[in-house]
């Protein structure tokens, strides 16, 4: 009972941390994409594919400006807001755009690009454990099933023969939906990704 428990715990623990880690700070220089800036009559919205530029042209000014400037990244948000609160206070990061709230709420980039996407491997990533837990789920329920069979040829009353044949049916629905769902997601995703390269 106490493995039951601890894969039942772990099922909920692993995804919670895949979905929680794109929206911790240390690693927002990987997924946000794209950020806000108040009060900025230039670019209100600044790309990461912008960031080294701004940054560049940011940290010159400062030197000019005689503000003394540390070695910054170039490619770091949190350099353009250091430098922002430095050089030009008035503009203000508002909000910071990332893996969930480029494309969707619900769902995060399931078909990455490449040339677009900030976090496309982490999506690749995603994608490989679904296919990776589907087979995990394929296997187990073919286990149930050939166990449930086995069973069933021993049996001689009717009544647990139908139940075992009930659960072979349900076993066998679950499988075939959850391929139908995942199977075209995943394939999708391996085609664009070799599609990429």
Known sequence: MKWVVCLIAISWIIPTVIAVFPLLPFVEDYFVDSIWVSNNPFAA???????????????????????????????????LEKSFIRIIPEFEIKQKFGYYSTHSICLPTLLPDRNNDTAWAYAMLIIILNFLFFFFI?????ILYRTSTKKNKVISDKERKKRVRSLQRKVTVIVVTDFLCWMPVCVMGFLQIIAMF
């Open 138 to 142: 394929l296997v187990a329920n073919i």
């Open 45 to 79: 919205t600044i790309k990461k594919h912008e960031l080294v530029e701004i940054n560049e042209w940011l940290l010159t000014a400062a030197k000019y400006s005689n503000d003394p400037t540390e070695s910054l990244p170039t490619d770091s948000w949190s350099t």
